[in-house]
């Protein structure tokens, strides 16, 4: 099992900056992946910003050149820094870790999930 738990969601103003950050219980130097996604109400989960383990990172369209992904292997931490953000933001946002684990004497990859934290983007 791996344990993910968000902080940092709270409300801000648009043109506004926040940083989420995850904390795993397990090395993330050992995940295959780790993501963050949003729900917003109404709406599919998506995916917002995602970094392998070999430092590859990817954006979803909609916030390229305004989020930033980036870990910390020491700390075991992966963090959303977000800027410029716009009410489309408001969302709950999920810190997601993808392993690859032996179960029996099968190796398949299973997904995580941490309990989400709440972005407001309001005036």
């Known amino acids: 099992q791996v344990q993910l738990v968000e902080s940092g969601g709270g409300l801000v103003q648009p043109g506004g900056s926040l940083r989420l950050s995850c904390g795993s219980s397990?090395?993330?130097?050992?995940?295959?992946?780790m993501g963050w996604y949003r729900q917003a109400p109404g709406k599919p989960r998506e995916l917002v910003a995602l970094?392998?383990?070999?430092?590859?990172?990817m954006y979803a369209d909609s916030v390229k050149g305004r989020l930033a992904i980036s870990r910390d292997n020491a700390k075991n931490e992966v963090y959303l820094q977000m800027y410029s953000l716009k009410s489309e933001d408001t969302a709950v946002y999920y810190c997601?870790?993808?392993?690859?684990?032996?179960?029996?004497?099968?190796?398949?990859?299973?997904?995580?999930w941490g309990q989400g934290t709440q972005v407001t983007v309001s005036s």
């Open positions: 970094t392998t383990n070999n430092g590859n990172t």
């Open positions: 397990a090395s993330i130097a050992s995940l295959n992946r």
């Open positions: 997601n870790a993808e392993r690859s684990e032996k179960r029996g004497s099968e190796w398949s990859s299973y997904d995580y």
